[in-house]
């Protein structure tokens, strides 16, 4: 499975950015998937994840801003960002992993694949 991760660039702090992660080389129907991000001096910290049967889990910071979709038909997952705020700053990653289990969402090394990054930078 290859991700490609897309839709990150530069906004104001309150304002809204659409991340997509496009898979190719499988499909995603059975995979659960993640967003990840890594702040400058900062470890890569779990975002957002979705297993196979859409059951989703949030980091605390996050909830009620974000948001993780996907499309199966499309084979992309999404992660909408509202109400961004200067802490939102980072790379994001996405990531899958067939058949993960809800409890491990938000563990980095349980996937398998990731995508490459894209940047997001929120400014005050």
């Known amino acids: 499975v290859q991700l490609q991760a897309s839709g990150g660039g530069l906004v104001q702090a309150g304002g809204s950015l659409r991340l997509s992660c496009k898979a190719s080389?499988?499909?995603?129907?059975?995979?659960?998937l993640g967003w990840f991000r890594q702040a400058p001096g900062k470890e890569r910290e779990f975002v957002a994840g979705?297993?196979?049967?859409?059951?989703?889990a949030y980091q605390n910071s996050v909830k009620g801003r974000l948001i993780i979709s996907r499309d199966n038909a499309k084979n992309t997952v999404y992660l909408q960002m509202n109400s961004l705020e200067p802490e939102d700053t980072a790379v994001y990653y996405c990531?899958?992993?067939?058949?993960?289990?809800?409890?491990?969402?938000?563990?980095?090394?349980?996937?398998?694949?990731w995508g490459q990054g894209t940047l997001v930078t929120v400014s005050s």
């Open positions: 080389g499988r499909t995603l129907r059975s995979y659960g």
């Open positions: 979705m297993t196979w049967s859409g059951s989703t």
């Open positions: 990531a899958a992993k067939a058949g993960i289990i809800y409890s491990s969402l938000g563990a980095a090394s349980a996937y398998d694949y």
